[in-house]
């Protein structure tokens, strides 16, 4: 029996859908939470190429979450362990690892080659980063976020807005799944409703996911849309930038050794650093609103 059958005999798909998602190439963003409930259901509903990018290795801690790995895997680059899984589910499905996070350096080269990208980073600034760069390049962008209970998924770029017309700022305080906690059943739940999504956005489903927020509180069980097809699209500022991007003549200002100074030189860039990149998106907002027209941001880790 073909293993599609239960979903190529949907009128939606059938079977030129069905080679669509053969021929379909995604780039993914994160092989933890969100990536453990959306890779195995993107091989499974048969897409054909998927590059996935995540820096980071198996450890016990997450393991509650990050159902996709097993004892066995602890220990071992994330990305790998994923294709290896993957491979197990389906053959038909061609992935390919990439041990690094997804940067604006380094990015812009496999979003040329995908028909769609997937953000499960869980990361503000490879968020805005991607869908900075996916709003330029003219590709869809499927977005998602979890913490504690809570969380959201939306469709952007492409046709759409980008990430900045519905979050023009990130949340003023950067809590963490390590610093906060989270519920592995709220972090597949939305992984799902992103691969349901990508595979909506690959059919060409109408009404599109794309300009469309969907979120989700299990502490409330509250669920919640809204389509943002009309919003303003702001111009990307600051700009998100990787480390390999600073330029001789930019002001570097480190956020994790000093503090933002109170006047900069007008004539020069100004790239403010820091760990997750959320200070330094407050320092460079400050900075602009007093005026200076060229800053950007870097997330350098600890």
């Keep these: 029996m073909n ?36 890779l195995p259901l993107l091989a499974g509903a048969g897409v054909g190429h998927l590059v996935i990018c995540d820096p980071d290795r ?9 159902t996709l790995y097993r004892m066995t895997d602890i220990g071992a680059p994330k990305a790998e362990a994923a294709v290896r899984h ?20 380094t990015t812009p080269g496999l979003i040329a080659a995908a028909d769609l990208v997937l953000d499960a980073a869980d990361n503000f600034a490879t968020s805005y980063a991607l869908s900075d760069l996916c709003r330029a390049a003219g590709k869809p962008l499927v977005s ?4 504690g209970r809570q969380g959201y998924v939306g469709g952007f770029c492409g046709p759409a807005p980008g990430l900045r ?28 409703m992103q691969a349901q999504m990508a595979l909506s956005v690959l059919l060409g489903h109408r009404p599109s996911p794309l300009g469309l927020m ?14 943002f097809d009309g919003a303003a699209d702001p111009p990307p500022s600051p700009r998100v930038i990787a480390p390999g991007m600073i330029r001789p003549g930019d002001l570097s200002i480190d956020l994790r050794s000093q ?14 650093l820091c760990a997750s ?26």
Excluded: K
């Excluded at 198996?58 to 990050?66: I, P, S």
């Design 214 to 227: 969907l979120s989700v509180d299990f502490a409330e069980w509250r669920v919640a849309q809204f389509r």
């Design 259 to 272: 503090e933002a100074p109170v006047t900069v030189p007008q004539d020069r860039r100004v790239v403010f």
């Design 86 to 105: 993957l491979a197990a589910l389906n053959p038909d499905c061609e992935a390919r690892p990439v041990l690094a996070r997804l940067d604006p350096e």
């Design 3 to 38: 293993r599609y059958i239960r979903q190529s005999c949907l009128p939606e798909v059938g079977a030129g859908g069905q080679a669509r998602l053969a021929q379909a190439r995604v780039l993914v963003a994160g092989a933890g939470g969100l990536g453990s409930a959306l």
């Design 144 to 147: 998602a976020s979890v913490l």
């Design 58 to 66: 198996v450890e016990e801690h997450n393991l509650h979450r990050q």
């Design 165 to 192: 017309a519905v979050f023009p700022d990130p949340p003023p305080r950067a809590a963490t799944c390590a610093t906060a906690g989270v519920m592995g059943p709220a972090v597949a739940t939305l992984g799902a």
């Design 277 to 302: 990149g959320l200070r330094a998106w407050r320092s460079a907002r400050a900075l602009a609103d007093r005026g200076h027209a060229d800053v950007a941001i870097c997330a350098v880790g600890p």
